[in-house]
């Protein structure tokens, strides 16, 4: 895998009980020279169609938070950001914004991903023509990748 300049790291799972992450994963974040954080808000159905995203804001920034934390412990300069109520719309503004050159995403497992995320790595894909690498923690604190 090529060592990516500018890394952006989209945070949809609780990636603060991941015990440790997979070697690609770490050597990806370990060799980039800038990374930039997202944090999407993620609604439920009701709570995004009422507009209601405090709770999910909230969750987002403490999300983002723990991230930031652990990365800046781990001596990683990172900067980062709560992202729109939108996954995709969330990672499209910052890609325009950072410009990275390969997108690290982190999702919950299957089982307990929410409605707006089924669907996201393809729409990613499509929508920014960069190379992802996604990985999923599951109930446990399991890193799966794929």
Do not use: C, Y
């Amino acid at each position: 895998m090529p060592e990516s300049k500018r890394l952006l790291v989209v945070v949809g799972a609780a990636v603060d009980e991941v015990a440790e992450l997979p070697h690609s994963v770490r050597a990806l974040v370990d060799g980039a020279e800038e990374v930039f954080v997202v944090a999407p808000m993620l609604t439920s159905r009701l709570e995004w169609l009422a507009s209601d995203v405090d709770a999910a804001h909230r969750a987002a920034d403490e999300r983002l938070g723990v991230v930031l934390e652990q990365l800046r412990s781990e001596e990683v300069a990172a900067a980062g950001a709560v992202g729109d109520d939108s996954p995709l719309t969330a990672v499209e503004d910052h890609v325009r914004a950072f410009g990275p050159d390969h997108v690290l995403i982190a999702l919950r497992s299957r089982e307990h991903r929410s409605w707006q995320e089924r669907g996201l790595i393809e729409d990613i894909g499509q929508s920014t023509n960069l190379p992802i690498t996604v990985f999923e923690v599951d109930a446990e604190g399991r890193v799966i990748t794929r």
